[in-house]
């Protein structure tokens, strides 16, 4: 048999050991906001009795504890719950109805004292209704093999306050508990052990002040042959609680005689065991590896024998030391990360039928690296150099370092980012759609090939923007560029526009704004002299609403002083040859 096992922790980020060692006991403060409550919201009513409670995440703020009580800062309905990292908290038998709950949050730090926030509160809504059966429980329904040392644990039902337990051997009976009022808890002990293998009903009925569950089955479990359950264990070392633990610890803990093994979970919040779960240890002892830094890890370690596991252990706490970072300078009192920050962009652009497209990091760093990534997420390295050579699309991921030096040797603090390579193609403009309104143009450029491009109006050198849509431009003719982000080229397209029919406007907008205010013929560039004699203008059911001459502004869209609606109207112009030439024109406003 080994003395003791070692295992890996798996992190979705893995930070190097760091040591760092603060001995002063005193540290400035430094300012730090409070997180407000997401839902309920402080200040909300009418909030049901079993509502999550949420919070906003804290920057730079490694966990926090949670109380809840009826006046302001109490704590008589929870009384500081060490949560880990996580913002949410469900109280597990749920509030009391129509009360205010004040919350407070602690900001718990490592390296300082812990900030206790100022309480919110909401008001829970009244119940209306009584409460569900029980969900769940254990023992389950028709468990067979059951530990005549075993507790009975069930599910909180909604809106209960209360639940009774009866207990007998058969079905609807009570000799060995008679129905008993157990308050708002979730478990029962029995005073004395179960009879050995036996059939054991046990009924469990949610109330509150309406009344109590209707209609809640019996759950039937059988006991197994007499035997001893082992006791609960406590962690020796590190003990519940303390802080500044190395990364890679031994864990220890107190030896159970009975015991022939313990089973071993850990996670980084007293809800999950998302680091470990359920490991089967034969010792009192397992060497963990490369624990993440600045953090909170919560460990059960439940003993076990042939007669079952031990009940009722309770979960342990210990935090890590510092690493890479965030940590507090009480020099300067800032929280401090060694990682480099990262600001190559999500996404680059390679000029196609380039050999040599060269990427090149962006961040000040001691070294670099970069990687290939296949479908799965599998990683090729590329370089590690600060520039790398890619000449084909997909994700890669970029990792740049710093090197620190702690107690004569060098610690790695390295940040990394996946980002996206896009083939681009100098750009071809196909065509540019032209939308006229009132007094303005709307263009959107349409290209042959694919690229990142960005786009400009008018400048070659910009500003460039990243849509291919420009709104509200003059009613001019204009160029258009584009320009691939990746330096593969650059393309412009002369946008001209022809606002009449043979000189004749097609809209025009009396809007008082000095622009395009009337409907006149516009000679033609090309026309030596106006060879028109008069115009007279029609509404569509041919209505003579004006008449106008070369010479004048033309037409105002008025009618005996009263404007006309936007709408089509025509027009026949009367040339002086006697020909005629009709046609039709919008009015817009």
């Known amino acids: 048999m080994k003395e003791n096992w070692n295992i890996r922790i798996p992190k979705v980020i893995a930070l190097p050991l760091l040591l760092i060692v603060f001995l002063c006991n005193n540290f400035a403060s430094f300012s730090q906001e409070c997180p407000p409550l997401l839902s309920p919201t402080n200040g909300a009513t009418m909030v049901p009795v079993d509502s999550p409670i949420t919070w906003e995440a804290v920057a730079g703020v490694p966990g926090y504890i949670i109380s809840l009580g009826t006046t302001e800062g109490g704590n008589d309905i929870l009384n500081e719950r060490n949560v880990g990292a996580a913002t949410t908290f469900t109280p597990t038998t749920g509030l009391p109805e129509n009360t205010e709950i004040f919350v407070t949050i602690t900001l718990f730090f490592f390296n300082q004292p812990n900030i206790i926030c100022d309480s919110q509160s909401f008001t829970t809504a009244s119940l209306t209704d009584v409460p569900d059966c029980v969900p769940a429980s254990i023992p389950a329904n028709n468990a067979i093999d059951v530990n005549t040392g075993t507790n009975i644990t069930w599910n909180a039902a909604t809106n209960a306050t209360g639940y009774f337990l009866s207990i007998g051997t058969t079905l609807n ?54 035997a001893v359950l082992p006791i609960c264990t406590s962690m020796i070392s590190p003990f519940d609680g303390e ?31 998302n680091i470990l779960e359920d490991a089967i240890l034969f010792n009192t002892s397992a060497v963990v590896i490369d624990f993440e830094p600045n953090r909170t890890f919560f460990i059960s370690i439940v003993p076990f024998n042939e007669a079952g596991e031990a009940i009722g252990c309770t979960q342990e706490t210990f935090s890590t030391l510092l690493g890479c970072g965030p940590y507090y300078d009480p020099t300067s009192g800032d929280l401090v990360v060694l990682n480099p920050e ?18 090149a990091a962006t961040d000040e760093a001691d070294g670099y690296r970069w990687y290939k990534l296949d479908d799965r997420g599998n990683e090729t390295l590329l370089a590690t150099t600060e520039e790398v050579v890619i000449d084909e699309e997909g994700e890669y991921l970029y990792e740049a370092y710093i090197n620190i030096e702690d107690s004569g040797r060098i610690v790695e603090c390295a940040s990394s980012k996946t980002f996206n390579v896009i083939i681009s193609q100098a750009p071809k403009i196909e065509d540019v759609e032209v939308q006229i309104n009132a007094n303005s143009l709307d263009y959107t450029i349409r ?143």
């Open 173 to 226: 009976g009570s000799e060995l508990l008679a129905s008993t009022d157990i308050g708002n808890a979730l478990s029962y002990n029995p005073l004395t052990d179960l009879p050995s293998e036996t059939d054991i009903y046990i009924t469990i009925i949610p109330y509150n002040r309406i009344g109590m569950a209707i209609g809640c089955s019996t759950v039937l479990f059988t006991t197994a042959a007499a």
């Open 243 to 273: 802080t500044n633990v190395p990364l890679s610890p031994t864990l220890e803990w107190n030896a159970v005689p009975n015991a022939t093994g313990y089973k071993v979970s850990i996670g980084t919040s007293p809800f999950e065991n």
């Open 342 to 359: 990262l600001t190559l962009p999500d996404s680059i652009s390679i000029c196609e039928g380039n050999s040599s497209n060269r990427i």
């Open 447 to 589: 290209t042959t090939t694919n690229g990142n491009y960005e786009y400009a109006l008018d400048y070659e050198d910009g500003p460039y923007q990243d849509s291919n849509r420009f709104a509200n431009i003059s009613l001019e003719n204009h160029t258009v560029f584009v320009r691939d982000k990746g330096g593969c080229g650059i393309s412009d397209y002369l946008v001209q526009q022809d606002f009449t029919v043979n000189g004749f406007p097609n809209f025009f907008t009396p809007n008082g704004d000095g622009i395009n205010d009337y409907w006149q013929f516009i000679p033609p560039t090309e026309m030596k002299e106006n060879n028109i004699l008069v115009i007279h203008i029609f509404d569509r059911f041919g209505a003579l609403l004006a008449q106008i001459n070369p010479g004048t502004d033309g037409w105002s869209g008025n009618l005996n002083g009263n404007q006309l609606p936007e709408s089509e109207y025509w027009f026949r112009a009367r040339l002086l040859n006697e020909q005629e030439i009709t046609g039709h024109f919008t009015l817009k406003r």
